[in-house]
């Protein structure tokens, strides 16, 4: 029952920012873990961040740390991943993902999210 669909990718110059969003439903008032991975071509996906809907605690891989910012509107149920600074490294197809949190495996972005959305893609040229 949980859906998720992304917006607001697009192509920017280095140097930009891009605000993707996420519509998120299905999700209850439960403790879940709301993230961001991207996938460049040829290349496995990588987790950038995530997100407890609870608390709001984000996670950023070092990668990003810094230039990007993950947060939530629960009002809209919303999930956001606001890129700043961005670069050419930064493109690729970037993809929301839910699963509920665990005590054993937390949030972590190395473990399985079970739900995710059909992608948004991200260009940056140099």
């Known amino acids: 029952q949980v859906q998720l669909v992304e917006s607001g990718g697009g192509s920017v110059q280095a140097g930009g920012s891009l605000r993707l969003s996420c519509a998120v439903s299905?999700?209850?008032?439960?403790?879940?873990?709301l993230g961001w991975f991207r996938q460049a071509p040829g290349k496995e996906r990588e987790g950038v961040a995530r997100?407890?809907?609870?608390?709001?605690?984000?996670y950023y891989d070092a990668s990003v740390k810094g230039r990007f910012n993950i947060s939530q509107d629960n009002d809209k149920n919303t999930l956001y991943l606001q890129m700043n600074n961005l670069k050419p490294a930064d493109t690729a197809t970037y993809y929301c993902?839910?699963?509920?949190?665990?005590?054993?495996?937390?949030?972590?972005?190395?473990?399985?999210?079970?739900?995710w959305g059909q992608g948004t893609q991200v260009s940056v040229s140099s």
């Open positions: 993902a839910a699963r509920e949190f665990t005590t054993a495996t937390l949030c972590s972005l190395q473990y399985d999210y079970k739900y």
């Open positions: 299905g999700v209850t008032n439960e403790r879940w873990c």
């Open positions: 997100i407890y809907s609870d608390s709001g605690l984000p």
